[in-house]
């Protein structure tokens, strides 16, 4: 193996020479600082304002949601693959919501195992 200036090269052995220098970047072609990554650019996307018209007026929505009023009219007549997806998010937006109200009202396992037991006292009343 050739050594240079009795520094032995091999695995995990790079030379000095061509090992980063401290505060140089990897990868100096990568993306750009300041540059909007793919997150960034969909969120400006969907937040921007469009003329839609409703109920015969012309009003303007974010193109989120004429995106989803769009996806209701097709599940209305019949697409399966709209009404699949349109309730794919109504499962979303419930999920997201009850883990909002759990982090903003907290039950502990004894509270959730007492408000069962009276859920099913009830429940036995009523048969």
Do not use: H
Request: aromatic share 6%.
């Amino acid at each position: 193996m050739p050594e240079k200036d009795n520094y032995p090269v091999g695995k995990y052995r790079t030379p000095e020479d061509t090992r980063f220098k401290p505060g140089e970047s990897g990868n100096k072609r990568g993306r750009p600082k300041g540059s909007k990554n793919r997150n960034t650019m969909i969120r400006k996307v969907l937040s921007e304002l469009v003329t839609a018209e409703m109920g015969g007026s012309k009003k303007k929505i974010t193109v989120s949601e004429a995106s989803v009023r769009r996806l209701s009219q097709i599940a209305l007549k019949g697409d399966r693959a709209a009404i699949m997806s349109l309730l794919q998010l109504w499962k979303e937006t419930e999920d997201s919501l009850a883990a909002e109200r759990d982090a903003e009202y907290p039950f502990s396992e004894v509270d959730r195992q007492m408000i069962e037991d009276i859920y099913a006292r009830m429940k036995a009343c009523e048969e």
